[in-house]
């Protein structure tokens, strides 16, 4: 009986057909085999450094400014600058955590940043829309609810209290996460005097925001509520944390137009004042014009990017009601399909509700509000009438708008 030749374990060839067979305890690896085992190695290790460096998140696949912009563009109308700092911030952020100082002692610090701009503008629905896009834990928090430690209401700590259940507890991914704090402008200081009134909510609570938006160890209660010596805490480092403000800020246009006038100089100066936009002062907004708000230049200074939303002209609101992914008509069509009715708006209703926001002053919020007016009576009525069509019409929304009015 001839001898059996020695094959290679994973080609299957013998010794005639390699120049090298390596032998082991069990069996025999080519040289080929070798050589195409070590590139799939270094292709699996290389692949583990850089998921490694970028805190779990693989480089290849995060996404660049100009889609985090394109991704924010199907949910939020205009707004194009404000789209352009969030989507840098959230970018650089991304290369922050796969940063390695060890090479050159350059370390990149975070930009935190802070948006300005009329209620109903998309502040918080650029925020929930980025929400969805982010390979990072994400939460949204209201500065509204906290107070000084000691006083009823939340600790400024109950901010990463949420971003820690968000992450499953996973204090790694709770150190890389980013937050939004909306309504920013809520805790401004009261008046320019702190020593007159105690201020609990205002003041107070920018204090103590200092050191999360800074970086530092700080310990987070799991559960959330208060402090108490008993409990036990979960170290959460801040450094890496993004943090994006949002606040309406509003009157704040005076404090902009009292800082133009008064560099008011010379005959060029008068020329310069001509070309202010007085309609949307906000575009002009500097960093001591949220110190002239209340805002402590503290707090001012660690949130370096500053950036303003644009208030929503009739094109904007019109486009609002029908083209993002999530809009007011779309939504309203969703609800009656699930009835099996067909809902239909005609232009001229649209434009009516339209002329009702712009009247009403309320931005994309006041959109929702008379659609929800006009559609509150079909809503009531059509599941049980049998149709299978609805159209509203123009004369149809004045009719429902005139009775909520002398409704109300």
Known sequence: MPKKKDTCSFCGRDSSEVRLLISGINGFICEDCAQQAYTIAQEHLVGDVKKKKTGGLNWEELPKPTEIKAFLDQYVIGQDDAKRYISVAVYNHYKRLGQDISDDGVEIEKSNVIMVGPTGTGKTLIARSIARLLKVPFTIVDATVFTEAGYVGEDVESILTRLLQVAD???????????????????????????????????GVQQGLLKLLEGSVVNVPPKGGRKHPDQDYVHVDTH???????????????KIAKRLNTHVVGYNSVQNVARIDRKNLMKYIQPQDLKAFGLIPEIIGRLPVLTHLEPLDRQALRAILTEPKNSIIRQQEKLFAMDGITLRFEDDALEYIVDKAIE???????????????????????????????????????????KANLAA
Do not use: H, W
């Open 169 to 203: 507890y996973d204090v790694k991914a709770t150190q890389r996460g980013i937050v939004f704090i909306d309504e920013i402008d809520k805790i401004a200081r009261k008046s320019d005097n702190p020593s007159i009134t105690r201020d609990v909510s205002g003041e």
């Open 240 to 254: 890496n944390i993004l943090f994006i403000c949002g606040g309406a800020f509003d009157g704040i246009e005076d």
């Open 360 to 402: 009403f002053k309320l931005g994309a919020r006041g959109l929702r509000s008379i659609v929800e007016s006009i559609m509150i009576a079909p809503q009531y009525e059509m599941p049980s009438s049998g149709e299978k069509e609805f159209i509203v019409t123009r004369d149809f929304a004045i009719q429902q708008i005139e």
